[in-house]
């Protein structure tokens, strides 16, 4: 596939791949072009706490595309920090750019809902109207279903109490166009001493998110859009998050979360709960 030759980091022909291991930058395609102007506006728009450049911290935690034989210490951490921050890419063109070898980007966290929006824009550009096209759990949606003409209903998976063992479908939403993203640190992570450690990273601390958040279900016009916010907001935390979600027309979101005795609640934002059938 043309996406993956170009932003897989686990394909070691890519071009995200080949930027890695540059010195300097490579000349990117269209594909990565458009990713990386997408990840460096919602940089900027959570004040970084989206961010590409994770890469070294992602590798270092065991979550990279090679198997690590322990976990970094606080020096190393630091050691990394040094090299996590989109100020250390520039995009001239087609050509991204680097001012530090040491520089490795990692878009996992978007790139899988940008060839969503793809193949929902080439199916509209034929004539397709009325469709769902999901990639990887990720979906955008069109139109109604046919023949009987009803609108499109998405199930949220929701997280049990048994450990997360099983996941039953707690909401079900009624949309006729737009994107759902969600994004969770309750499967893809290791334990250390009792403790999990997800793979979604804190660029701010070089460690894994260790918050109230269990998940977070972004609906937006694009999927690009929804998922490169989704990992975002639970980095900011429930309090935070509902403040960033209910400022913005673009979105609206739904929280699975711990409360402090343990157990789980959700909530979601005021324009999702109109997504949400009654």
Same mark, same amino acid.
Request: glycine share 6%; charged share 20%; aromatic share 12%.
């Given at each position: 596939m043309v996406i993956d030759s170009s932003l897989s980091i686990y394909?070691?022909? @890519?071009?995200?791949?080949? !930027?890695?291991? +540059?010195?300097? *930058?490579? %000349?990117?395609?269209?594909h990565f072009r458009k990713v990386?102007?997408? @990840?460096?506006?919602?940089?900027?728009?959570?004040? *970084?706490? !989206?961010?590409?450049?994770?890469?070294?911290?992602?590798?270092?935690? *065991?979550f990279g595309a090679k198997p690590i034989k322990s976990f970094p210490d606080s020096a190393t951490i630091r050691s990394l920090l040094t090299c996590v921050g989109p100020k250390y890419l520039q995009l001239k063109g087609? !050509?991204?750019?680097?001012?530090?070898? +040491?520089?490795?980007?990692?878009?996992? *966290?978007i790139a899988q809902d940008y060839s969503v929006d793809v193949i929902a824009d080439f199916l509209e550009k034929n004539g397709i109207k009325n469709y769902i096209v999901e990639v990887g759990g990720e979906l955008r949606v069109h139109g109604r279903k046919k023949p009987g003409n009803e609108l499109f209903k998405v199930g949220i998976e929701t997280p049990s109490d048994n450990d997360f063992g099983a996941h039953p479908m707690e909401k079900i939403?009624?949309?006729?166009?737009?994107?759902?993203?969600? +994004?969770?640190?309750?499967?893809?992570?290791?334990e250390s001493k009792g403790k999990k450690i997800s793979h979604l990273m804190d660029p701010r601390t070089g460690y894994s998110i260790q918050n109230e958040m269990i998940s977070v279900t972004v609906y937006a016009k694009d999927a690009i859009t929804a998922d490169a916010y989704d990992n975002a907001l639970i980095t900011m935390g429930l309090k935070g998050a509902?403040?960033?979600?209910?400022?913005?027309k673009d979105m609206a979101?739904?929280?699975?979360?711990?409360?402090?005795?343990? @157990?789980?609640?959700? %909530?979601?934002? +005021?324009r999702f709960y109109k997504l949400i059938q009654q």
């Open positions: 394909k070691p022909y @890519s071009r995200i791949v080949a !930027f890695n291991y +540059s010195k300097t *930058g490579i %000349t990117i395609d269209e990386v102007e997408k @990840s460096l506006d919602t940089y900027l728009q959570t004040n *970084g706490l !989206f961010d590409i450049t994770v890469l070294p911290l992602v590798e270092a935690w *065991g087609n !050509f991204l750019c680097k001012s530090k070898p +040491s520089v490795k980007i990692d878009v996992n *966290g939403l009624v949309v006729d166009s737009g994107a759902i993203t969600t +994004s969770g640190n309750y499967r893809k992570y290791h509902m403040k960033f979600v209910e400022k913005r979101t739904y929280f699975i979360y711990h409360l402090s005795n343990g @157990s789980i609640a959700d %909530t979601a934002s +005021s």
